[in-house]
T-cell receptor, first 113, second 117 residues
């Protein structure tokens, strides 16, 4: 099973609609990263959440971290075609204090104009 | 800044051939990561270096894979001999992981798309 589970796996929305992507961890989260990947390209860093309850925004994208639920959500308001791509969450998931960068499988987002 | 540079961008080779992928990290970054991305398995960490020293290579599939980082500005991932199941996109990323003031986010290169026939 995946240590970081993302849902949904894919999402198709109409331009202007709001949407939410979730990332659930099988272990305690001490911090979490969100990245975006355009098709055929490398990952681009969006934001990092370090503390429980922390919320950050970048343009129309907002992410929250709920440490108790071992979960993070990424919310896009008034989606645009430029938001299309694959969104991945990532965290250090090693045991015994080791740091092993781990990523979710990603959520593929398509925004229809 | 040029960002993380990877070469080649595309590689097509025949089974059994040696393949070498190259990466130049961002200057000043102390950590370098090699990943493999496939539809079936997603993004998998192969190995990462901190200050040119391999820290974790548990993701390296088998002895056919090897990685080196001879200095802070260059790393290679070698597959010898290559097999069709090695076909994937290989990403290199660098970071300021552990450095004072660094957030630890990774900066990814554009990837090398490897096809083994």
């Amino acid at each position: 099973s995946q240590e970081l589970e993302q849902s949904p796996q894919s999402l198709i929305v109409q331009e202007g609609k709001n949407l939410t992507i979730n990332c659930t961890s099988s272990k305690t989260l001490y911090g979490l990263y969100w990245y975006k990947q355009k098709y055929g390209e490398g990952l681009i860093f969006l934001m990092m959440l370090q503390k429980g309850g922390e919320e950050k925004s970048h343009e129309k994208i907002t992410a929250k971290l709920d440490e108790k639920k071992q979960q993070s959500s990424l919310h896009i308001t008034a989606s645009q075609p430029s938001h299309a791509g694959i969104y991945l969450c990532g965290a250090g998931m090693g045991s015994g204090g080791s740091y092993i960068p781990t990523f979710g499988r990603g959520t593929s987002l398509i925004v229809h104009p | 800044d040029a960002g993380v540079i990877q070469s080649p961008r595309h590689e097509v080779t025949e089974m059994g051939q040696e393949v070498t992928l190259r990466c130049k990290p961002i200057s000043g970054h102390n950590s370098l990561f090699w990943y493999r991305q496939t539809m079936m398995r997603g993004l998998e960490l192969l190995i990462y270096f901190n200050n040119n020293v391999p820290i974790d290579d548990s993701g390296m599939p088998e002895d056919r894979f090897s990685a080196k980082m001879p200095n802070a500005s260059f790393s290679t991932l070698k597959i010898q001999p290559s097999e069709p199941r090695d076909s994937a996109v290989y990403f290199c990323a660098s970071s300021t992981l552990g450095l004072a003031g660094g957030r630890g986010e990774q900066f990814f290169g554009p990837g090398t798309r490897l096809t083994v026939l």
